[in-house]
């Protein structure tokens, strides 16, 4: 880029402004801290601001892409730049999965992402300080609505992925109109994320019909991710039911679905990841687990 010089305006003929120069001129002269008192202040106006802006403070996280490239960058306060959630093929697995491998001792927590946000932080916060990682399968109008949430979730290291724009009986539809399903919400994880999502899950259904299985690789998802895990949260039968649910059925290579709008949820996940770490079971994301 060529160097660019700003042209200094000619002195002014103004016999106002003249006037003024000649006064601020006699004023400098008769006091002589005065400049070095305004440089001290506008030194201290300067260090209150980047106090201000300290890491210290609050921040809210978001993933936003960039118009140059369409690629994400990370809002104020993020250690580094998040990658877009992009899908993957997985040869030699089926197009609606269910499970894992068997022979590795990891599974995969999988969550509709929609409701309260404070329990999906709650429980975000719960997995990352077990060390532990999950999937989650996002709802449009949710993101809508709570737009930090996509940035917080794959900042902590997890999957994140599409679970239709606003949780339908996507099986009951038309073609055109599940596929408006898929597409308004990969196009929401888009603008947010720069990528469409690493998943897609159907909606109000474990499994999808071959016509929305179609769509969805019309849209881009190779695979629909379907579990064999069902913990029965959404029925709220009380967090140790979950907990009981979960770990009375999960095995090696398991994909396990949970919501994060539920308060059962919240109360169960870290009593999961004990269970799990005590079992010798490692929380992994989907993409990781199939890896």
Sequence with gaps: MGRVTTPVPPPSSDPETDHETDRETDTARTAPGRRAALRAGAGLAAGALAAACSPGDTVVHRALPSRATGTPRSAIGSRAPVAAPV?????????????????????????????????????????????????????????????????????????????TLR??????????????????????????????????????????????????????????????????????PGAAAVTRKVTDDIRNGSVVSLHFGYPDTVAAVPDILHALKDRGLAAVTTTELLS
């Excluded at 996002?138 to 679970?163: C, F, K, S």
């Excluded at 919400?185 to 469409?196: K, P």
């Design 87 to 163: 899908p993957r093929s997985f040869p030699g697995r089926p197009a609606q999965i269910t499970s894992g491998p068997r022979n590795r001792p990891q599974v995969a927590l999988t969550f509709h992402g929609q409701g309260d946000p404070s329990y999906a932080k709650a429980i975000l916060d719960a997995a990352e300080k077990a060390g532990a990682k999950v999937t989650v399968l996002a709802v449009g109008t949710w993101l809508d609505e709570h737009p930090e949430v996509a940035g917080r979730i794959l900042e902590g290291g997890h999957d994140l992925g599409n679970h």
């Design 167 to 236: 949780h339908l009986n996507i099986n009951a539809m038309s073609e055109s109109q599940a596929f408006a399903e898929i597409k308004g919400c990969a196009e929401r994880l888009r603008h947010l994320t720069g990528g469409i999502g690493a998943w897609f899950r159907p909606s109000q259904a474990q499994r999808a019909t071959p016509l929305v299985e179609r769509l969805a690789r019309r849209a881009g998802y190779p695979h629909i991710l379907s579990y064999e895990v069902d913990s029965l949260d959404y029925t709220s």
